[in-house]
């Protein structure tokens, strides 16, 4: 009916509730409408002769609403299904839509416009990977922190390593490279031969020398699988080290305070601890660099 | 009131046989006051001072008297008492089932039969391709350089836009055996994915307190000698799993000359990252009637004992890992069979962990 002056004064002036105002403009977010903008032309409401497109599940139907169903909400609009070929689909927009205003024809048209290359990007996209982002409530993230503060207290890192390292150390890992000594090749004076002999057998014999596969506690079950390469190593080592096991037994200590890095190439040697405890240990120390020369530094 | 005399002499009667009870009991529940039901506040903080008071005295008398037995068994050459062990979470942690077993025969089968057997018997060199995600990030790269200085053998590639199932082929065709996501979220590194190759594991790791070189004191510098390994407390089934992953990553033939040693450790499901130089030591204690006493080496008076230590330089970056997810093939969210994944239920108790 002709009321749709009234309707558009009492809507725009007054109130609507598909109307949002925003800082760059006024947008009408009624489904029906054409462009989205709050209008007097694209106001579906203010307007008895109107057509929108719109999409459902990917396809396209064409809504036309005229004066002469203005009394039947139920009927008011009526539905076209648009064929999903771009250019048949303007066709058929121009044979529902031939005697309508040429504006709101054009509106029409870029509105399917818009909307097909829409549909072309959300399928496009849909093939693609997209990263999902996953919140995690706030009350768990502190409680992972405050959890992994205190694990980070209880595993006494430093302690534990160098642990570990000792162990290994003591299994056998590094023979060949260290000549330290022991606690156990210390308590007694005495025995010194002996542990001496038996010193010099465990370096000769040492690619025979199996380490301990028994597991002490449940931790280094690691172990197991490193056994695998020590073997490897220690062989490899051998034929250095035979050259340069002293038999001589000279006591012997050797600091090392450097904390930069040390090249690869040097070796160190350090003769083997025992006989000579009970005098006062003149200590030995012999470097050997790559170059070939031997110093000896006597303390 | 005849019956109020015959209460009061039921009373009188059983009142002397029980009164001494009564009065016990009276006194006890004196003693046993509660502070927190003693409305008036100076007169309830008075009572809590008191009880607080008590109760370090008798810690502090416990403590002298253990301490006395002990020194009174020590003279008398007998065993000290033996000492109380405190309890921890790690004493407490609840039993379970899949711990590994020293003797265990699946297990060293399955060991032979799964993805990194290949690898971990030194028939595939690791290589490891580590990557971003899409948007790189603050820390990203820093952090990235360092662990290519970490990990022997590993290259950086940036990511581009492609798909991490594309990455996974290229990686496959050129013969990587493992990848390296890193995930960065708030402009700072968040998430590692290991990717195991060919087909093998996805694990995605949660990354947190990320400490670089640059930023610990008296940092060391790495060298190029292949590192040790130092895996510490992967006790159960998913644990070792886990643990292989990660020495998969490294190679198997460790240079012991570069003392350079890397350092996985395990405590209540944090996997803490860490990575030194080491250096033997010996040091000397002297050995005598009194404990503890380190004097300089004299001339052979008392029994000097060398002991070894081992003397840590920290080099490189520092930071935790916690298991978000395991995934038994390579990265297939929507397809893939998970063997393992956090769920928040499993956080309710405290002495519960799966690694």
Same mark, same amino acid.
Request: proline letters at 4%.
């Given at each position: 009916?002709?009321?749709?002056?009234?309707?558009?004064?009492?809507?725009?002036?007054?109130?609507c509730?598909?109307?949002?105002?925003?800082?760059?403009?006024?947008?009408?977010?009624?489904?029906?409408?054409?462009?989205?903008?709050?209008?007097?032309?694209?106001?579906?409401?203010?307007?008895?002769?109107?057509?929108?497109?719109?999409?459902?599940?990917?396809?396209?139907?064409?809504?036309?609403?005229?004066?002469?169903?203005?009394?039947?909400?139920?009927?008011?609009?009526?539905?076209?299904?648009?064929?999903r070929?771009?250019?048949?689909?303007?066709?058929?927009?121009?044979?529902?839509?031939?005697?309508w205003?040429?504006?709101?024809?054009?509106?029409?048209?870029?509105?399917?416009?818009?909307?097909?290359?829409?549909?072309?990007?959300?399928?496009?996209?849909?093939?693609?990977?997209?990263?999902?982002?996953?919140?995690?409530?706030?009350k768990?993230?502190?409680?992972?922190?405050?959890r992994?503060?205190k694990?980070?207290?209880?595993a006494?890192?430093?302690k534990?390593?160098?642990?570990?390292?000792?162990?290994?150390?003591?299994?056998?890992?590094?023979?060949?490279?260290?000549?330290? =000594?022991?606690?156990?090749?210390l308590?007694?004076?005495?025995?010194?031969?002996?542990?001496?002999?038996?010193?010099?057998?465990?370096?000769?014999?040492?690619?025979?020398?199996?380490?301990?596969?028994?597991?002490?506690?449940?931790?280094?079950?690691?172990d197991l699988?490193?056994?695998?390469?020590?073997?490897?190593?220690?062989?490899d080592?051998?034929?250095?080290?035979?050259?340069?096991?002293?038999?001589?037994?000279?006591?012997?200590?050797?600091?090392?305070?450097?904390?930069?890095?040390?090249?690869?190439?040097?070796?160190?040697e350090?003769?083997?601890?025992?006989?000579?405890?009970?005098?006062?240990?003149?200590?030995?120390?012999?470097?050997?660099?790559?170059?070939?020369?031997?110093?000896?530094?006597?303390? | 009131?005849?019956?109020?005399?015959?209460?009061n002499?039921?009373?009188g009667?059983e009142?002397?046989?029980?009164?001494?009870?009564?009065i016990?009991?009276?006194?006890?529940e004196?003693?046993?006051?509660? =502070?927190?039901?003693?409305?008036?506040?100076?007169?309830?903080?008075?009572?809590?001072? !008191?009880?607080?008071h008590?109760?370090?005295?008798?810690?502090?008398?416990?403590?002298?008297?253990?301490?006395?037995?002990?020194?009174?068994?020590?003279?008398?050459?007998?065993e000290?008492?033996?000492?109380?062990?405190?309890?921890?979470?790690?004493?407490?942690?609840e039993?379970?089932?899949?711990?590994?077993?020293?003797?265990?025969?699946?297990?060293f089968?399955?060991?032979?039969?799964?993805?990194?057997?290949?690898?971990? !018997?030194?028939?595939?060199?690791?290589?490891?391709?580590?990557?971003?995600?899409?948007?790189?990030?603050?820390?990203? =790269?820093?952090?990235?350089?360092?662990?290519?200085s970490?990990?022997?053998?590993?290259?950086?590639?940036?990511?581009?836009?492609?798909?991490?199932?594309?990455?996974?082929?290229?990686?496959?065709n050129?013969?990587?055996?493992?990848?390296?996501?890193?995930?960065?979220?708030?402009?700072?590194?968040?998430?590692?994915?290991?990717?195991?190759?060919?087909?093998?594991?996805?694990?995605?790791?949660?990354?947190?307190?990320?400490?670089?070189?640059?930023?610990?004191k008296?940092?060391?510098?790495?060298?190029?000698?292949?590192p040790?390994?130092?895996?510490?407390?992967?006790?159960t089934?998913?644990?070792?799993r886990?643990?292989?992953?990660?020495?998969?990553?490294?190679?198997q033939?460790?240079?012991?000359?570069?003392?350079?040693?890397?350092?996985?450790?395990?405590?209540?499901?944090?996997?803490?990252?860490?990575?030194?130089?080491?250096?033997?030591?010996?040091?000397?204690?002297?050995?005598?009637?009194?404990?503890?006493?380190?004097?300089?080496?004299?001339?052979?008076?008392?029994?000097?004992?060398?002991?070894?230590?081992?003397?840590?330089?920290?080099?490189?970056?520092?930071?935790?890992?916690?298991?978000?997810?395991?995934?038994?093939?390579?990265?297939?969210?929507?397809?893939g069979?998970f063997?393992?994944?956090?769920? =928040?239920?499993m956080?309710?108790?405290?002495?519960?962990?799966?690694?």
């Amino acid at each position: 009916m002709q009321h749709d002056e009234v309707i558009w004064q009492v809507i725009r002036h007054k109130h609507c509730s598909f109307m949002s105002k925003i800082t760059t403009g006024i947008f009408c977010r009624n489904p029906y409408n054409v462009t989205g903008i709050c209008n007097r032309s694209s106001c579906p409401l203010a307007n008895s002769r109107y057509a929108t497109i719109r999409d459902h599940d990917g396809v396209f139907y064409l809504y036309m609403k005229t004066i002469e169903r203005a009394h039947k909400p139920n009927d008011l609009w009526e539905r076209v299904k648009l064929p999903r070929n771009y250019e048949k689909a303007l066709e058929l927009i121009d044979k529902h839509l031939m005697y309508w205003p040429k504006l709101l024809v054009h509106k029409i048209k870029q509105r399917l416009t818009k909307m097909t290359q829409m549909r072309i990007r959300m399928r496009k996209l849909a093939l693609k990977t997209r990263e999902k982002i996953m919140t995690t409530p706030r009350k768990e993230k502190k409680r992972e922190a405050r959890r992994e503060e205190k694990a980070e207290k209880a595993a006494v890192l430093d302690k534990a390593i160098e642990k570990e390292l000792l162990a290994r150390l003591e299994n056998g890992i590094y023979d060949g490279i260290y000549n330290l =000594p022991f606690n156990k090749f210390l308590q007694t004076l005495d025995t010194d031969d002996l542990q001496a002999e038996d010193e010099n057998e465990e370096e000769s014999e040492v690619e025979y020398v199996e380490g301990n596969f028994e597991l002490e506690e449940e931790d280094d079950i690691e172990d197991l699988g490193m056994k695998d390469y020590h073997i490897d190593e220690e062989v490899d080592d051998d034929d250095d080290d035979d050259d340069d096991d002293d038999d001589e037994v000279n006591a012997v200590e050797e600091q090392r305070v450097r904390r930069k890095s040390k090249p690869a190439h040097e070796k160190s040697e350090k003769d083997e601890f025992g006989k000579k405890l009970k005098k006062r240990p003149r200590i030995h120390v012999e470097v050997e660099h790559e170059g070939g020369e031997r110093q000896k530094v006597t303390f | 009131m005849g019956g109020k005399r015959k209460t009061n002499e039921n009373e009188g009667m059983e009142g002397e046989e029980d009164s001494k009870h009564n009065i016990k009991k009276m006194k006890k529940e004196k003693s046993e006051i509660l =502070p927190s039901s003693i409305k008036n506040k100076e007169k309830r903080s008075a009572v809590h001072a !008191k009880l607080k008071h008590q109760k370090k005295l008798d810690k502090r008398k416990k403590l002298k008297a253990r301490d006395a037995a002990a020194k009174r068994a020590l003279e008398l050459g007998e065993e000290p008492p033996p000492k109380q062990i405190p309890r921890t979470i790690e004493n407490t942690r609840e039993a379970d089932e899949t711990v590994c077993m020293p003797d265990d025969e699946e297990l060293f089968a399955g060991n032979d039969a799964d993805e990194f057997s290949a690898v971990l !018997k030194q028939d595939r060199t690791p290589k490891i391709l580590i990557t971003t995600c899409r948007f790189n990030s603050t820390r990203g =790269p820093a952090f990235i350089t360092e662990l290519l200085s970490v990990i022997p053998n590993s290259h950086y590639y940036k990511r581009g836009t492609y798909d991490l199932k594309k990455i996974v082929e290229y990686a496959n065709n050129k013969e990587f055996t493992s990848i390296i996501v890193v995930h960065t979220n708030r402009r700072e590194p968040d998430a590692l994915l290991i990717i195991g190759l060919p087909d093998g594991p996805t694990a995605h790791f949660k990354l947190s307190s990320l400490v670089l070189r640059k930023d610990i004191k008296n940092h060391g510098n790495p060298t190029n000698h292949e590192p040790e390994l130092v895996l510490n407390n992967f006790t159960t089934r998913l644990g070792h799993r886990i643990g292989r992953l990660i020495q998969s990553l490294f190679p198997q033939s460790p240079n012991f000359r570069g003392r350079r040693v890397v350092t996985f450790h395990n405590q209540r499901d944090f996997i803490f990252f860490r990575h030194h130089r080491y250096i033997f030591e010996t040091k000397e204690i002297k050995q005598s009637e009194s404990k503890g006493k380190k004097a300089k080496d004299t001339k052979g008076e008392s029994i000097s004992k060398e002991k070894v230590i081992a003397r840590l330089q920290e080099c490189g970056p520092r930071f935790t890992l916690k298991l978000v997810s395991l995934q038994h093939g390579t990265f297939d969210t929507r397809g893939g069979e998970f063997e393992w994944v956090h769920k =928040p239920e499993m956080d309710t108790s405290r002495r519960r962990f799966f690694l």
